[in-house]
């Protein structure tokens, strides 16, 4: 469904400038051709109608997740000004269930990290492990300003447009900061542009993180699963206290794959109905591919990869 999003977004990424200063600011992720033009009419159904529906959905979907496994694959890079890579963070990790049905992560791959002139934080392995498949629940919808831009297709899929941004920054948590493709049908997110804030601009402490852009593909039939993030931006570093001022272009991929569901007791529900026994209908692309839609696989990325800040 989305092979030629896939496409046109891999070969036209551009560098992308962040200013630290203003932690409230960022440069989203370009759009391709894949994006249709924005009909920016009001919508048949109330807005606040479909709010209400689709992030009840997107709570049947986080709820389903927490009963499926899947192999994320992670890579931060840091680009030098010939746009090679100067330096690496690479994680495969297993989401998996340990023997008492707990969820849990297991390090597959992990070899030491190259990155020199920034290092992994905290945060952006928050960023990664829930940042980037971002989902919005009843319960996260009032912490949120949700605003209607349009209607827009992606590929095939008529999708509303909302811009997001949070009400009010809660110490020691995270938010999206950006914009959301809701499938006009199925009523979930299939694509998330923004960047999840914020950011720490202290000096001598500073985490900075750059825009993103994550696809998710219908994999059961039901529910659309994350399955490609790609992240770049340059961070803007400040100097003093002994260390100068650096700007580091920065570029995080994060494939995930291999999606099955657990065998438990535990029912999954769609629209009201018990799914748990339903077979799946699709699976991410393997060999290292990244899935688009209705089957088809995406062209291989060549460069995928996340930075330490």
């Known amino acids: 469904m989305l092979k030629r999003l896939w496409l046109a977004a891999l070969i036209g990424m551009c560098v992308l400038h962040l200013q630290a200063q203003d932690k409230d600011s960022f440069t989203p ?19 606040d109608q479909i709010i209400k529906e689709f992030s009840a959905k997107e709570s049947e979907y986080r709820e389903a997740l927490n009963h499926y496994t899947y192999r994320r694959a992670a890579k931060v890079d840091t680009i030098d000004d010939d746009g090679k890579v100067d330096g690496e963070w690479y994680e495969v990790d297993d989401v998996i269930f340990d023997p008492n049905g707990r969820r849990t992560e297991k390090v597959v791959f992990a070899p030491a990290s190259t990155l020199e002139r920034v290092q992994m934080t905290p945060s952006d392995m928050s960023d990664i492990q829930h940042g980037y498949p971002f989902v919005l629940t009843t319960e996260d919808v ?13 590929d095939e899929v008529d999708c509303y447009v909302f811009d997001v941004s949070p009400k009010e920054i809660k110490k020691g948590k995270r938010y999206l900061l950006g914009r959301i493709w809701v499938d006009a049908t199925d009523l979930q997110i299939v694509v998330t542009n923004g960047r999840i804030v914020p950011d720490d601009t202290r000096k001598g402490h500073e985490d900075l993180h750059p825009p993103f852009m994550t696809w998710r593909q219908q994999i059961d039939g039901h529910y659309w699963f994350p399955v490609y993030t790609r992240a770049e931006g340059v961070l803007h570093f400040s100097g003093g206290n002994g260390y100068m001022a650096q700007d580091v272009h ?39 591919q990244a899935p688009a839609g209705n089957g088809q696989a995406a062209p291989a990325e060549t460069t995928p990869n996340k930075p330490q800040r």
Do not use: C, H, W
């Open 250 to 288: 920065i570029r995080d991929i994060v494939k995930y794959t291999d999606y099955k569901r657990f065998g438990s007791s535990i029912k999954i529900i769609y629209d009201g109905q018990d799914i748990t026994n339903n077979g799946q209908k699709q699976q991410p692309g393997q060999n290292g």
């Open 142 to 154: 009032p912490e949120y300003n949700i605003q209607y831009v349009g209607k827009q297709k992606v």
């Open 29 to 47: 992720m370009p759009l391709d051709a894949g994006f249709g033009p924005m009909d920016m009419r009001p919508p048949a159904t109330p807005v």
